[in-house]
């Protein structure tokens, strides 16, 4: 009965590759959102998605490139991955209403080691 | 642009002392603040939120309070046990920026010794 569940937990690759992060939630939210927290613990947002609509772009390199196939599924592509990707990224979601935020989910997060 | 600031950035105590941590935005156009937890190799897990009309939110041990006109919040822990040693951030959801958007503080790393 996991709310926010992402595959892999862990991801070690080499510079160059391509590889895909996947999400899930099961707790029926409108929007979904990728984080990257970098080795200082800082954590910043990368995208969001409401009912598959992509609405936050961060200034994020064009090497990334989320999907989002449905509402309940938010996937994350990397290509040509390099040394700095390297962080745990963290896959959340939660209820937008039109003037409040509800409480954001977050999933236990993927951890990418780029070698 | 809505920065967020926490202070201390570590604390360490004994158990059983009531304990405060701080956050500060310097932006107080916001739709609400949210205090989150985050043990070591596992994600965030949401303690409290705080819409910005509220003045304070209660779970348990746990208060948060809002003062959002002068940007600051604090999560006051009460009788602190060593299972409350975590990583604690602030986020706050800025109006003028997208709904849902949240940003973080650099978190307290909270240490209960017993």
């Known amino acids: 009965d996991t709310a926010v569940s992402q595959t892999p937990k862990y991801l070690v690759t080499q510079m160059g590759n391509d590889k895909s992060i996947k999400c899930e939630q099961n707790?029926?939210?409108?929007?979904m959102y990728w984080y990257k927290q970098d080795s200082k613990k800082f954590l910043k947002i990368m995208f969001s998605?409401?009912?598959?609509?992509?609405?936050i772009n961060e200034t994020v390199p064009n090497r990334f490139s989320p999907k989002s196939p449905d509402k309940a599924h938010l996937n994350l592509h990397i290509n040509s991955l390099e040394l700095g990707d390297s962080a745990v990224y963290f896959c959340?979601?939660?209820?937008?209403?039109?003037?409040?935020?509800?409480?954001?989910?977050f999933g236990p997060g993927t951890r990418l080691t780029v070698l | 642009k809505q920065e967020v600031t926490q202070i201390p950035a570590a604390l360490s105590v004994p158990e059983g002392e009531n304990l405060v941590l701080n956050c500060s935005f310097t932006d107080s156009a916001i739709y609400n603040l949210q205090w989150f937890r985050q043990d070591p190799g596992k994600g965030l897990t949401s303690l409290l939120l705080?819409?910005?009309?509220?003045r304070e939110q209660t779970s348990g041990r746990l208060n948060a309070s809002l003062d959002k006109s002068s940007g600051r919040s604090t999560l006051y822990i009460a009788a602190s046990q060593p299972g409350d040693s975590a990583t604690y951030l602030c986020a706050v959801s800025a109006r003028g920026s997208t709904l849902g958007r949240l940003y973080f503080g650099r978190g307290t790393q909270l240490t209960v010794w017993p």
């Open positions: 959340a979601s939660s209820h937008t209403g039109t003037s409040t935020a509800d409480t954001q989910y």
């Open positions: 998605y409401n009912n598959k609509e992509l609405i």
């Open positions: 705080i819409q910005s009309s509220q």
């Open positions: 707790l029926g939210h409108d929007t």
